[in-house]
């Protein structure tokens, strides 16, 4: 099964790096879940780890408003509105497939408060799409993150979506010797040193 906004590269190269920290204190978080098909691949990889919980934001109210963050030369390609999903339909997924349900939250990352985020992390795909979203997810995960645990944005690479790549690099501009960072097949992938 494959996410349509994740390629099977990027998919298994995201496996590879939530294998690595399998053994880490700390849940998983997904910041942007669309429908669930990424979700769910995270969650069979966590069957090995019965102690971790899975934990899914979304505003499930598909692609927020841009800011002069994300304009592209081309100018706006994506639409507020676009990428609209339900829980319901990710809820759906982990039953069919029997997989144990995630915490699924509905809200934009910017409304999360400090009981919606599990105390500690390992593992946090970040996949906002837009400057913004990828800045407040940074701002969410960072102070949970434990020493060794793993953030991965996707899109860093796409020119259609300039924010996500402004919004790391500002990041680690501001955090470079707390994080290691590099680039596998366009995922930026930031571990705590």
């Given at each position: 099964?494959?996410?349509?906004?994740?390629?099977?590269?990027?998919?298994?190269?995201?496996?590879?790096?939530?294998?690595?920290?399998?053994?880490?204190?700390?849940?998983?978080?997904?910041?942007?879940?669309?429908?669930?098909?990424?979700?769910?691949?995270?969650?069979?990889?966590?069957?090995?780890?019965?102690?971790?919980?899975?934990?899914?934001?979304?505003?499930?109210?598909?692609?927020?408003?841009?800011?002069?963050?994300?304009?592209?030369?081309?100018?706006?390609?994506?639409?507020?509105?676009?990428?609209?999903?339900?829980?319901?339909?990710?809820?759906?997924?982990?039953?069919?497939?029997?997989?144990?349900?995630?915490?699924?939250?509905?809200?934009?990352?910017?409304?999360?408060?400090?009981?919606?985020?599990?105390?500690?992390?390992?593992?946090?795909?970040?996949?906002?799409?837009?400057?913004?979203?990828?800045?407040?997810?940074?701002?969410?995960?960072?102070?949970?993150?434990?020493?060794?645990?793993?953030?991965?944005?996707?899109?860093?690479?796409?020119?259609?979506?300039?924010?996500?790549?402004?919004?790391?690099?500002?990041?680690?501009?501001?955090?470079?010797?707390y994080y290691d960072f590099q680039l596998i097949s366009?995922?930026?992938?930031?571990v705590k040193k």
């Amino acid at each position: 099964m494959s996410n349509p906004q994740i390629s099977m590269r990027e998919t298994d190269v995201i496996l590879a790096q939530l294998a690595k920290v399998i053994t880490l204190p700390g849940d998983v978080v997904e910041f942007g879940c669309y429908t669930g098909d990424t979700s769910v691949r995270l969650a069979e990889i966590l069957q090995r780890a019965p102690n971790k919980w899975l934990y899914l934001y979304d505003s499930f109210e598909g692609l927020p408003e841009k800011t002069a963050e994300d304009q592209t030369a081309a100018g706006w390609r994506f639409r507020a509105g676009e990428l609209k999903a339900s829980p319901g339909t990710v809820a759906h997924k982990f039953k069919k497939l029997g997989l144990p349900e995630p915490v699924i939250i509905k809200k934009w990352f910017n409304q999360l408060d400090d009981a919606d985020l599990p105390s500690q992390i390992s593992f946090a795909l970040l996949d906002g799409d837009y400057y913004m979203s990828i800045k407040t997810s940074f701002e969410k995960v960072v102070p949970r993150l434990v020493a060794g645990g793993i953030i991965i944005v996707h899109d860093y690479r796409n020119t259609e979506l300039p924010g996500v790549a402004r919004a790391v690099n500002e990041f680690i501009d501001a955090n470079a010797k707390y994080y290691d960072f590099q680039l596998i097949s366009g995922l930026a992938v930031l571990v705590k040193k």
